[in-house]
């Protein structure tokens, strides 16, 4: 569910609070569409006895409390850094997409666990009524557009908590389809396929939710980005006037924004000061061309080939191709 930014200069959703305001404004409008449909879905489930649609209206309540997970984490993520939290508050995302992950494995489970009650005793599941049916198609208009509306608004702002959110609405969607086909075995003759419609999306939001909880772990523990992105970050380091070579590249998330490490390479000859002033440019480049919060650089003294080193002085004469560090 994650998506690859690519280097994008100077990109205004990438200020702080375009991000924040976007990622509120989308969350409460999945809070009003949830809302309505979880009612909808678990009163009409429960007159029309449509097991699958009551765990449907269930997810979609589920919804709810993701919503304003993600709402508490865009409060907290857009403080800015303190004393407790120099690199700023961006992992709270990550910790809300872990949340989100978690809560769909065990609503999923929940679900799973009473579609098994049901088709323990398959002579007892009852005929929904023909209601259930129209509430599941409505639901399932409402919850694709919902997700593409949401996963708009996650693109713009590059937030993969906001994606993650998205997905979420597009697992409910998936969801309201297998209820619906459910619903439309059982009014055929069929009774079994409303309590195995509930079966599938159990596991369907389990599996949602492992790939969530499993992505956000890693982000917490300080996984690298995608190798396409840190070629990225070396190329713009490289290419910085003054730099003769990049080495030793490491990255780690900080909630949707990167940390890196790297090792500039700069002529031997030069300054103290030149080298910083190097360094200084090339971290300047990289923080407006990429997705980076904060860029940690360590100069390197590089041996220029064209040079006689064994006629320099001293200090100036490193032995093998670079300096000791």
Known sequence: MKFIEHDDPEDPARSPELRAAAASRSTWVSVAVNL??????????????????????????????????????NHHSKKAADREHPYGHQRFENAASLVLGLLLLTVGLGLLWSAFLKLEEPDKVPQVH???????????????????????????????MLVANAWHARSDAASSLVVAAGIVGNLAGYPIFDPISALIVGFLIMRMGWGFAWSSLSDLVDSAVDEQEVEA?????????????????????????????????????????????????????????????????????????????????????????????
């Open 36 to 73: 309505c449909l979880s009612t909808t879905q678990i009163v009409v489930g429960v007159l029309a006895k449509s097991q699958g649609l009551v765990a449907d209206g269930i997810h979609s309540l589920s919804d709810l409390v993701a919503d304003f997970v993600v709402l508490f984490a």
């Open 130 to 160: 023909v209601a259930a049916l129209w509430v599941a198609v409505a639901a399932l208009v409402a919850k694709e557009l919902l997700f593409r509306y949401m996963l708009r608004v996650a693109k713009q702002v590059k937030s993969s």
């Open 233 to 325: 970050i070396r190329r713009t380091l490289a290419e910085t006037p003054g730099v003769s070579g990049v080495h030793d590249v490491r990255t780690r998330k900080m909630g949707d924004m990167v940390i890196v490490d790297a090792h500039i390479e700069v002529d031997a000859s030069l300054t103290v000061e030149a080298g910083h002033d190097i360094a200084v440019a090339a971290r300047q480049r990289v923080l407006q061309h990429h997705r980076v919060l904060n860029l940690m650089t360590h100069v390197d003294p590089w041996r220029r080939p064209d040079l006689d080193h064994a006629a320099l002085p001293a200090p100036h004469r490193p032995p093998g191709d670079r300096l000791p560090r």
